[in-house]
């Protein structure tokens, strides 16, 4: 059976998503011929202006529609420390947390598989605001800009996130030695059954261990 | 944070869909920034012409872009033999089967709890194709429109599918004592594990069993 052009063409655009099978996008599909033609619009304005109407933070690569972003203009937030995501999703973890130092987003993770390497990577603008600020060269535009004090790096504990991480140690070492750098503690996360962790996790939570 | 709000506005969106909770819409939003404007211009646009380029075949009310639709006027399906399903997508199920009838779609099922009933659906319309070609009123415009012998019902083997397939029965019976309904048969799906069916399952099962 030919089914109706306009159809297909949405299961197919569902189906590019992640996550969405073509029985999801099916049923995606199906569902939205039930839905009024002022819902479709709104949705296909937002598809539509998703990109257009957004732009990237010069200084800490978040997407944004200003340029710097509001995390980098609030006076309020603590400049000395920046912690480094691979998307600007992360950001929105974090956000729910009292984080209160600024960010900076690396847009992925080293992974050579998917010939992904550090200059693929916003890691070079990281390495510019560790160096244009240990030189001394505060910015007049952002005079409350202060000196990178200690940058945390909020990889994804991944092959890849950890290979970004050690690569980001190194190159700021390197550049900035005075400049403290962590990363984020592993460990059992909360509500987690101990019994179904695995035994990477186990010992991570072992080694990370506090005194109460 | 204050989020983008040509972000928001997606993440809205998606939230509206079935089966697509915050978490997932989030992450599709930001799925979709890494894509490429032409992609997410032709994903608009399949959204905002699903419905412009599309209508219903007044014969069946699928969901088509020509009226009658492809099924309806092809010559070689038998149109003695009419399917009845809730939604459009059973039809592509179905279309993945033998079956060589056509169909006739409802839009829906009974259902008291959200103030669906039978004239919400286009049950009207299925008792009219009886009726129309139990008088002999063959149209003209569709000299191939063989007689009504046997309905099949497929609604869901939910509450309100099994509703809407007894009002069925009875009201086509009303009409034209001389049509043929059947049920869709009952029992363990192809490949299922008979530990874990549940004793609905099994007694319609054990009842639809068939002779070797």
Known sequence: MKIARPITALIESFSKLPGIGPKSAQRLTY??????????????????????????????????????????????????????????????????????????????????????????????????????QESGRVSKAWPDKALVEEIIIATNPTMEGNATAMYLDKKVKIQNAKVKISRLGMGIPTGADLEYADETTLTQALEGRREL
Chains 1, 2 share one sequence.
Do not use: W
């Open 31 to 132: 569902y939205l011929l039930h839905v009024p033609q002022i819902q479709l619009d709104e949705f296909a304005d937002s598809v539509m202006n998703l990109k257009k109407n957004t732009k990237l933070c010069s200084i800490c690569k978040n997407i944004s529609e200003d340029d710097p972003c509001p995390i980098c203009t609030d006076p309020m937030r603590d400049k000395s420390l920046v912690m480094v995501v691979e998307q600007p999703l992360d950001i929105l973890a974090f956000e729910r947390t009292h984080f209160k130092g600024v960010y900076h987003v690396l847009h992925g993770a080293i992974n050579p598989l998917e010939n992904i390497g550090p200059d693929e990577l916003y890691i070079d603008d990281l390495l510019k605001r560790v160096k244009e």
